[in-house]
C-alpha cells in the first residue's frame, strides 16, 4: 500500500521475535537499537557514525 | 516558539458545513469567517471587522447577497475582503480591507493556508480521494478536543492502544502485540507505519459490517503527512488471503480511516473522521453502525486526551516520559513536526 520509494527513506524494523529496532538508513547504513530515542538520534544524525 | 507549524494547508471545515450562510471557527488560533457565495465559491476572511474588531460572525452581522454587513456599525465588505461601505461617509479607508485567506474546496474537506500567504502552493495539499469516490461509501464527523494537537499526533502513531483503550470496539490482543515497521520519507515528509497481523480475532467493528467472523488477517497502514493529515489504509480479510501481484484484493474488504487533525489554539484541536468503505456500498445500516462506533472510539481518544492535557498542562516544565518501540511512529513524527515549526 502506497510504499514510500523516494531516495532519503529511512526505515525501522521491529526485530521478529526480539524487543530489538533495526534501523535502516536511506545510505543503508544499519544498527540496532532498544531504544528508540537513541535510535532516531542516530539515524537522523546521518552521515555521523554511518559508515557502513 | 510556538508548537504549531506556520504557513501550512489545514482543513478548516467539510464542504458541507458551508452554505450560503455565515461560518466561523478558529484555526491556529486564527478566527476565521467562512461563507459560500452564489456561485458556489468558499471564501475565508478574518472574522473580526477592521472598524472595532466586532466578529463578523456574530448576530446582527449578516451576509447580503455576497456582501457581509457588520452587525456593530454596518462596514460592508465583499466576497474579496473589500470594504465596499462605511458608515455616514463616502471616502473608504484604503486600509478597510479584510486579508483573504487561500482555500481549496477538496476531497470534501475544505482547507485553509495558515501563514504566510505568498507561500500557499495549493499543489502541496495531501490528497484523500476515497472521501468523494463512487467505489467507497464515506460516514464522517468532527469532536472537538481539549488538548493540544500534538497529543492526537501520538495518539493515531501508536495503534497499540487500541487494544487498552478501544478494547470491544477495535481493539483485540493481537494490535498491542504484532511489531510494526516504520519508515520516513524525508524528502516528502511523510511517516508510514505498517502492522500486518496475519491471524487475528475480528473486532465487532469489523464483524458487524464485513460479515466476517471468526480470525481474520488484519492490516493496518499509516501514511501520516504533517502536520494535518492522517490516512490509515485498514486491510481486513479472510485469514491467508493476501492481495495479488497486480493489486487485485477480492477477498478483502478495505476501509480508509481519514483524520484531519486541525490545531484550534495551542491546547485544543479540530478532529476530523472520516471512514470511508470498500463494500456495502450505500448500505444505510452499515454506514449507521459505522458512523456510531467509530465516533465512540473517537470520543473515547477525545476523553482520554482531554484528561492528558489538564495533566500536561498543569506538571511543572522537564516531567520525563518514557518511549519504547511502539513509540517509534510517534516519534519519527514528533521530528517531522519540530522541523516543519523551525522552519516557520
Ligand atoms: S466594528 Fe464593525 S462596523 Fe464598527
Ligand atoms: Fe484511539
Ligand atoms: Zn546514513
Same mark, same amino acid.
Given at each position: 500500500?502506497?510504499?514510500?520509494?523516494?531516495?532519503?527513506?529511512?526505515?525501522?524494523?521491529?526485530?521478529?521475535?526480539?524487543?530489538?529496532?533495526?534501523?535502516?538508513?536511506?545510505?543503508?547504513?544499519?544498527?540496532?537499537?532498544?531504544?528508540?530515542?537513541?535510535?532516531?538520534?542516530?539515524?537522523?544524525?546521518?552521515?555521523?557514525?554511518?559508515?557502513? | 516558539?510556538?508548537?504549531?507549524?506556520?504557513?501550512? *494547508?489545514?482543513?478548516?471545515?467539510?464542504?458541507?458545513?458551508?452554505?450560503?450562510?455565515?461560518?466561523?471557527?478558529?484555526?491556529?488560533?486564527?478566527?476565521?469567517?467562512? *461563507?459560500?457565495?452564489?456561485?458556489?465559491?468558499?471564501?475565508?476572511?478574518?472574522?473580526?471587522?477592521?472598524?472595532?474588531?466586532?466578529?463578523?460572525?456574530?448576530?446582527?452581522?449578516?451576509?447580503?447577497?455576497? #456582501?457581509?454587513?457588520?452587525?456593530?456599525?454596518?462596514?460592508?465588505?465583499? !466576497?474579496?475582503?473589500?470594504?465596499?461601505?462605511?458608515?455616514?461617509?463616502?471616502?473608504?479607508?484604503?486600509?478597510?480591507?479584510?486579508?483573504?485567506?487561500?482555500?481549496? $474546496?477538496?476531497?470534501?474537506?475544505? *482547507?485553509?493556508?495558515?501563514?504566510?500567504?505568498?507561500? !500557499? $502552493?495549493?499543489?502541496?495539499?495531501?490528497?484523500?480521494? *476515497?472521501?468523494?469516490?463512487? @467505489?467507497?461509501?464515506?460516514?464522517?464527523?468532527?469532536?472537538?478536543?481539549?488538548?493540544?494537537?500534538?497529543?492526537?499526533?501520538?495518539?493515531?502513531?501508536?495503534?497499540?492502544?487500541?487494544?487498552?483503550?478501544?478494547?470491544?470496539?477495535?481493539?483485540?490482543?493481537?494490535?498491542?502485540?504484532?511489531?510494526?515497521?516504520?519508515?520516513?520519507?524525508?524528502?516528502?515528509?511523510?511517516?508510514?507505519?505498517?502492522?500486518?497481523? @496475519?491471524?487475528?480475532?475480528? /473486532?465487532?467493528?469489523?464483524?458487524?459490517?464485513?460479515?466476517?467472523?471468526?480470525?481474520?488477517?488484519?492490516?493496518?497502514?499509516?501514511?501520516?503527512?504533517?502536520?494535518?493529515?492522517?490516512?490509515?489504509?485498514?486491510?481486513?480479510? /479472510?485469514?491467508?488471503?493476501?492481495?495479488? /501481484?497486480?493489486?487485485?484484493?477480492?477477498?478483502?474488504?478495505?476501509?480508509?480511516?481519514?483524520?484531519?487533525?486541525?490545531?484550534?489554539?495551542?491546547?485544543?484541536?479540530?478532529?476530523?473522521?472520516?471512514?470511508?468503505?470498500?463494500?456495502?456500498?450505500?448500505?444505510?445500516?452499515?454506514?449507521?453502525?459505522?458512523?456510531?462506533?467509530?465516533?465512540?472510539?473517537?470520543?473515547?481518544?477525545?476523553?482520554?486526551?482531554?484528561?492528558?492535557?489538564?495533566?500536561?498542562?498543569?506538571?511543572? !516544565?522537564?516531567? #520525563?516520559?518514557?518511549?519504547?518501540?511502539?513509540?517509534?511512529?510517534?516519534?519519527?513524527?514528533?521530528?517531522?513536526?519540530?522541523?516543519?515549526?523551525? !522552519?516557520?
Amino acid at each position: 500500500m502506497t510504499a514510500p520509494s523516494g531516495d532519503r527513506v529511512v526505515r525501522v524494523h521491529w526485530v521478529q521475535g526480539t524487543d530489538r529496532l533495526r534501523a535502516v538508513c536511506h545510505c543503508s547504513a544499519e544498527r540496532e537499537f532498544e531504544d528508540p530515542v537513541e535510535m532516531w538520534e542516530w539515524l537522523l544524525g546521518h552521515p555521523v557514525g554511518h559508515a557502513s | 516558539m510556538t508548537s504549531i507549524p506556520r504557513d501550512q *494547508w489545514y482543513v478548516a471545515a467539510y464542504g458541507a458545513e458551508i452554505g450560503h450562510d455565515l461560518f466561523t471557527r478558529t484555526v491556529c488560533g486564527e478566527s476565521i469567517l467562512f *461563507w459560500r457565495t452564489r456561485d458556489g465559491a468558499v471564501t475565508a476572511v478574518p472574522d473580526r471587522c477592521v472598524h472595532r474588531r466586532f466578529p463578523l460572525s456574530q448576530a446582527p452581522s449578516r451576509l447580503v447577497d455576497d #456582501q457581509v454587513v457588520c452587525g456593530y456599525h454596518g462596514f460592508t465588505y465583499d !466576497a474579496g475582503g473589500r470594504c465596499v461601505a462605511v458608515p455616514g461617509q463616502s471616502r473608504i479607508p484604503r486600509t478597510a480591507r479584510l486579508l483573504p485567506y487561500p482555500v481549496v $474546496e477538496q476531497d470534501s474537506f475544505v *482547507w485553509v493556508f495558515i501563514g504566510d500567504r505568498a507561500k !500557499a $502552493e495549493a499543489s502541496r495539499i495531501p490528497r484523500a480521494p *476515497w472521501l468523494v469516490s463512487p @467505489d467507497h461509501t464515506t460516514v464522517a464527523g468532527m469532536e472537538p478536543l481539549r488538548a493540544r494537537y500534538s497529543l492526537l499526533v501520538d495518539n493515531l502513531l501508536d495503534l497499540s492502544h487500541e487494544t487498552y483503550l478501544h478494547g470491544g470496539y477495535i481493539g483485540t490482543p493481537e494490535v498491542a502485540a504484532t511489531p510494526i515497521t516504520t519508515a520516513v520519507d524525508e524528502q516528502a515528509g511523510i511517516v508510514h507505519v505498517s502492522r500486518h497481523i @496475519d491471524d487475528a480475532e475480528c /473486532p465487532p467493528f469489523y464483524a458487524k459490517s464485513t460479515g466476517l467472523r471468526g480470525r481474520i488477517a488484519r492490516w493496518q497502514d499509516i501514511e501520516y503527512t504533517p502536520p494535518c493529515l492522517y490516512l490509515l489504509h485498514s486491510r481486513i480479510a /479472510p485469514v491467508g488471503s493476501v492481495p495479488g /501481484p497486480d493489486g487485485a484484493d477480492p477477498d478483502a474488504f478495505h476501509v480508509e480511516v481519514v483524520y484531519a487533525i486541525t490545531p484550534e489554539t495551542e491546547h485544543s484541536t479540530h478532529d476530523f473522521w472520516c471512514v470511508a468503505r470498500d463494500f456495502a456500498l450505500g448500505d444505510e445500516e452499515v454506514s449507521t453502525f459505522l458512523a456510531e462506533s467509530n465516533r465512540t472510539v473517537v470520543l473515547q481518544d477525545v476523553e482520554a486526551l482531554n484528561v492528558l492535557e489538564q495533566v500536561i498542562a498543569t506538571e511543572p !516544565a522537564g516531567c #520525563q516520559e518514557l518511549s519504547i518501540n511502539i513509540d517509534t511512529g510517534g516519534l519519527a513524527a514528533r521530528r517531522l513536526l519540530q522541523r516543519l515549526c523551525a !522552519a516557520s
